[in-house]
């Protein structure tokens, strides 16, 4: 019977110790759902000088296309036919460019992203992204 009441003593030891933990790092902690999140809106690109010319493509060994200035003046690029050949997990951009004095830029250029905060269990599960505008370096 002691040993018993041994194990019983050490395990609400055990429980006190956890709760106290639980409370003192702030409460337990959120549970995120295992969801991913795809961005498909349009990529930014941002250009140090304007260009004459623009072309675009997402993935490796792609073919730009190219890519006209909407009516804000943005150069923006769908991820849609033909920048985007599926399956293609848009991570980066290819970006094809001249200026007016001929200086071209033709590189891949990374493209990073941004949580919008509006994931349903709280800003802390991270969520939906979107991509931050792609700067083009001059060339």
Not at 63 to 81: D, F, K
Not at 89 to 113: C, K, Q, W, Y
Request: proline letters at 12%; hydrophobic letters at 45%.
């Amino acid at each position: 019977m002691k040993l018993r009441g041994l194990i019983l003593i050490v395990f609400a030891v055990l429980v006190v110790g956890l709760v106290l933990v639980v409370f003192v790092r702030g409460g337990a902690s959120t549970i995120c759902p295992a969801v991913g999140y795809a961005y498909t809106g349009d990529v930014e690109l941002v250009f140090a000088h304007e260009p004459k010319a623009v072309a675009a493509c997402f993935g490796e060994g792609c073919t730009p296309a190219p890519v006209t200035r909407n009516p804000n003046g943005r150069w923006l690029v769908p991820q849609s036919a033909p920048y985007l050949v599926p399956p293609v997990s848009v991570t980066s951009v290819f970006v094809d460019a001249a200026d007016a004095s001929g200086v071209r830029v033709a590189r891949m250029l990374p493209i990073e992203t941004e949580p919008t905060g509006e994931h349903p269990d709280g800003p802390e599960c991270g969520g939906p992204v979107w991509f931050k505008p792609v700067q083009v370096p001059p060339g």
